[in-house]
């Protein structure tokens, strides 16, 4: 853990930060059906991988798994790194589960995951002057708790495409969840479900270069004939899901 006596903020995926505490003696994680709870003495709060929410709870329960910072993953096949943006940098240093990068570059961060010999961006830089990740029991999500000086915590993925999914308000509270489903069984980590801004007839699967194998296995198992097309804005994820109406009858 963190052994700092500071205010305890979380920082959401938008890049959001919201007080959850002050005074903190010790920060603990925890994973709570489907879910991750950072929890001090004071206040606990619950953070749903798929939105970033962040939502008061009740701290540690009978049933929760905690969990322990760890550069791999709970099968072993993956770890995270963490490297300067800029070449010929000093590289931090890690102890255990914990990192700690150089004055210098702190700011300018890569927060990693490598699998095999494929290394892919776990979430977006973050100014950091320690960090800890823990990883969700079946390794398909990480959280980068950190200090800057505030503690704060960033949902990452566990080596999967990342991925987000819009869809007008109507289309995302009916299809939202059996959506995720498909996406995970397809091995992408949901990082974003929010509102899109128009509606559309046909669900169309928005694929950043290198990604069009996934976004065709992805749009093929949604069905309701969605569709794969490119993805050229910075999205922050390797592949877009916009839900179209036919969400709603598609298997």
Same mark, same amino acid.
């Given at each position: 853990?963190?052994?700092?006596?500071l205010?305890?903020?979380?920082?959401?995926?938008?890049?959001?930060?919201?007080?959850?505490?002050t005074?903190?003696?010790?920060?603990?994680?925890?994973?709570?059906?489907?879910?991750?709870?950072?929890a001090?003495a004071?206040a606990?709060?619950?953070?749903?991988?798929h939105?970033?929410a962040?939502?008061?709870?009740?701290?540690?329960?009978?049933?929760?798994?905690?969990?322990?910072?760890?550069?791999?993953?709970?099968?072993?096949?993956?770890?995270?790194q963490?490297?300067?943006q800029?070449?010929?940098?000093?590289?931090?240093?890690?102890?255990?589960?914990?990192?700690?990068?150089?004055?210098?570059?702190?700011?300018?961060?890569?927060?990693?995951?490598?699998?095999?010999?494929?290394?892919? !961006?776990?979430?977006?830089?973050?100014?950091?002057?320690?960090?800890?990740?823990?990883?969700?029991?079946?390794?398909?999500?990480?959280?980068?708790l950190?200090?800057?000086?505030?503690?704060?915590?960033?949902?990452?993925?566990?080596?999967?495409?990342?991925?987000?999914?819009l869809?007008?308000?109507?289309?995302?509270?009916?299809?939202?969840?059996?959506t995720?489903?498909?996406?995970?069984?397809?091995?992408?980590?949901?990082?974003? !479900?929010?509102p899109?801004?128009?509606?559309r007839?046909?669900t169309?699967?928005?694929?950043?270069?290198?990604?069009?194998?996934?976004a065709?296995k992805?749009?093929?198992?949604?069905g309701?004939?969605?569709?794969?097309?490119?993805?050229?804005?910075?999205?922050?994820?390797?592949?877009?899901?916009?839900?179209?109406?036919?969400?709603?009858?598609?298997?």
């Amino acid at each position: 853990m963190l052994p700092l006596q500071l205010a305890l903020l979380v920082a959401l995926g938008s890049g959001e930060q919201t007080e959850l505490g002050t005074t903190m003696d010790l920060v603990t994680v925890s994973w709570r059906s489907g879910v991750f709870v950072v929890a001090n003495a004071r206040a606990a709060r619950s953070i749903d991988p798929h939105v970033g929410a962040l939502k008061k709870t009740e701290p540690q329960q009978k049933g929760d798994v905690v969990l322990r910072p760890s550069r791999a993953s709970p099968d072993g096949k993956a770890k995270v790194q963490v490297t300067a943006q800029e070449e010929k940098v000093a590289q931090g240093k890690w102890v255990g589960g914990e990192y700690t990068p150089p004055v210098s570059v702190r700011e300018r961060l890569r927060f990693e995951v490598v699998v095999g010999d494929v290394t892919r !961006t776990s979430t977006r830089s973050v100014d950091a002057y320690e960090l800890e990740p823990y990883w969700s029991p079946d390794g398909r999500y990480v959280l980068w708790l950190y200090r800057n000086p505030h503690i704060g915590a960033r949902i990452g993925s566990g080596g999967g495409p990342r991925a987000q999914i819009l869809g007008v308000p109507k289309v995302l509270a009916a299809a939202r969840d059996a959506t995720i489903r498909v996406a995970e069984a397809n091995g992408l980590a949901v990082l974003v !479900t929010a509102p899109a801004l128009k509606e559309r007839d046909k669900t169309v699967v928005y694929a950043a270069a290198g990604f069009e194998a996934d976004a065709k296995k992805v749009a093929a198992a949604l069905g309701g004939g969605a569709t794969v097309s490119v993805l050229n804005w910075k999205a922050d994820a390797e592949l877009v899901i916009a839900l179209g109406t036919a969400a709603l009858e598609a298997k």
